[in-house]
Structures are given as structure tokens and as C-alpha cells.
């Protein structure tokens, strides 16, 4: 099993800057992806960003891409949203989740086999 913790929500304004933290434990993988999902009230699910956590590479939503930047800390099995120019548009519940023994990204949430119990983000405009 893979625990998911995320952190880092909040209340901020229109272009404030925010930094979501997911830390991992549990049996970890060295070939792993985490993303990041976000859910409006009343919308589904929809993908925001992912990283593989051994090579690195990255793949953002068009709707976040240039704006959002995911990272990783593998030494403290951490990875990172840093959000920019928030928008009102981006406020949701933010949920990352792993994908395991893969290198391969997804944007689809149903190809996640772990989830975090989501972190609150409010852009006020």
C-alpha cells in the first residue's frame, strides 16, 4: 500500500502563487508516476499535471501549462505543485495519486491505483 498525503490549500486571490505538497510513504516504487487532479463542485475529476518520479519528465493540462510546475524531492519521497497566477477557475479540491510500476503518464484517473484525501484551493477573483 502507498499513503498519500497532500497540503499546502488555501484561500488566496486572483495571481497569488500557491505550492501543494504530496509526501508518500508506505511501499514506494521506483518507477512510479504521481499526478495531480483537481474537482470542482459539481464537475469530475480532470487532470492538472504528472510527474515520472525516476526520469523526471512532466505533463501538464493545457488549462495549467506555463502557470503550474510539478517537481519532486525524491530523497523526502515528496512531490510538488507550485502554482502561479492562480485564476478563479482553479479553485478545487487538488488530489494527487500514484501510478505504479510504470513510467508511463496518464491523464486518465482511473489509471491511478492511489489517491490523497485532497487539499482545499479557493482563488477569490
Known amino acids: 500500500q502507498v499513503q498519500l498525503a497532500e497540503s499546502g490549500g488555501g484561500l488566496v486571490q486572483a495571481g497569488d502563487s500557491l505550492r501543494l505538497s504530496c509526501a508518500a510513504s508506505?511501499?514506494?516504487?521506483?518507477?512510479?508516476?504521481i499526478g495531480w487532479f483537481r474537482q470542482a463542485p459539481g464537475k469530475e475529476r480532470v487532470f492538472v499535471a504528472a510527474?515520472?518520479?525516476?526520469?523526471?519528465?512532466?505533463y501538464y493540462a493545457d488549462s495549467v501549462r506555463g502557470r503550474f510546475t510539478v517537481s519532486r524531492d525524491n530523497a523526502n519521497d515528496t512531490v510538488y505543485l507550485q502554482m502561479n497566477s492562480l485564476k478563479s477557475e482553479d479553485t478545487a479540491v487538488y488530489y494527487c495519486?500514484?501510478?505504479?510500476?510504470?513510467?508511463?503518464?496518464?491523464?486518465?484517473?482511473?489509471?491511478?491505483?492511489?489517491w490523497g484525501q485532497g487539499t482545499q484551493v479557493t482563488v477569490s477573483s
Open positions: 495519486a500514484a501510478r505504479g510500476s510504470t513510467w508511463a503518464i496518464s491523464v486518465r484517473a482511473y489509471d491511478y491505483d492511489y
Open positions: 508506505g511501499r514506494t516504487f521506483s518507477n512510479v508516476v
Open positions: 510527474i515520472s518520479w525516476s526520469g523526471g519528465r512532466t
